[in-house]
């Protein structure tokens, strides 16, 4: 049976596995599917809901038996009503990335974002940071006017078309050389913004040694990208340029080299931010539907993580 692995940019480690070639050797049969050319789905108006597409492939016949994202794609998942189970989680990448301004723009607290407008990857852990973020001095969704940039976030920060941004590098290397920001809110201290992996319930109870194989894969290239993440930065370079889009090697070097790499079990600090961003989430109206977030939880499989972490050690 075919092992379907999705796969793009912004989740790092399988990106770069898909390079390597390490998966092939535990497995057979090994499909990758790159998220960018499926279907993207329904994308709901960004105060009306929450695109549903990483989620929504683990079901699709053109789509994939695992995947990894950043926060908040598994809480939109369960809202949809998809049976899902936590692989696991990065480290926190608390530098990854935080909530700015430009210098000299009057806005230099969260209350100034008052109705003004703020870049998001609508969908991602950047819907979580604004929210918490908001949260933090009593204030909703509704008192802002938050802005799906997607891939021309910078460009539009730096025009003024956007009056806040929530920046994450090695997007923000660029716009820090190009213009003095002041940071409104950083990540740390917020919530842990980690990388984390996610897959049908199906697949994890009746698949287990293909899940295994994708998590000792992880393992070992993310442990390569540690060693050398000049390799790992060309490959998102050679990507970006496929794409007809700039990339610095220089620039995905520092971020790659300030991330953290290798898989975690899910915890119960880590299940407490996904259940608060849920709730934040429903209560904001961005959510069809209440969830618990521990229902997708499955111990078995968070040893099998614990187990691969300790062997690569």
Do not use: C
Not at 203 to 208: C, K, L, P
């Amino acid at each position: 049976m075919t092992t379907r692995v999705g796969f793009f940019p912004h989740n790092n480690s399988l990106f770069v596995l898909r390079h390597r070639g390490l998966l092939e050797q535990k497995l057979d049969d090994v499909t990758w599917v790159d998220l960018r050319e499926l279907p993207a789905g329904p994308k709901p108006a960004v105060r009306e809901g929450l695109p549903t597409v990483h989620a929504d492939h683990l079901f699709t016949e053109e789509g994939y038996d695992v995947i990894g994202t950043g926060f908040t794609p598994p809480i939109t998942g369960l809202g949809q009503g998809h049976d899902l189970v936590y692989i696991g989680i990065s480290e926190p990448r608390v530098e990854n990335g935080r909530l700015v301004a430009k210098a000299g723009s009057g806005i230099e607290t969260i209350a100034d974002l008052r109705g003004k407008k703020v870049g998001i990857g609508h969908g991602s852990w950047q819907t979580t940071l604004l929210l918490f973020a908001l949260e933090k001095e009593g204030l909703g969704w509704d008192d802002v006017e938050p802005v799906d940039v997607g891939a021309d976030a910078a460009d539009l920060f730096l025009a003024g078309e956007i009056d806040a941004w929530t920046g994450s590098y090695p997007e923000l290397t660029r716009v820090e050389q190009e213009t003095e920001v002041t940071t409104l809110i950083e990540t740390d201290g917020l919530f842990s913004h980690p990388s984390l992996w996610f897959t049908r319930r199906d697949f994890a109870v009746e698949r287990t040694d293909e899940l295994v194989a994708v998590i000792e894969s992880l393992q070992e290239s993310d442990a390569r990208t540690v060693a050398n993440p000049r390799e790992a930065a060309e490959f998102f370079v050679a990507d970006a340029q496929a794409h007809g889009q700039p990339a610095s090697v220089e620039a995905w070097e520092h971020a790659l080299a300030h991330r953290p790499f290798g898989i975690h079990p899910v915890d119960e600090a880590f299940l407490d931010e996904q259940q608060h961003a849920a709730d934040l989430l429903f209560a904001n109206g961005l959510l069809p539907k209440a969830v618990n977030v521990r229902d997708a939880v499955l111990p078995a499989v968070s040893e099998i993580v614990e187990k691969s972490r300790r062997a690569a050690v």
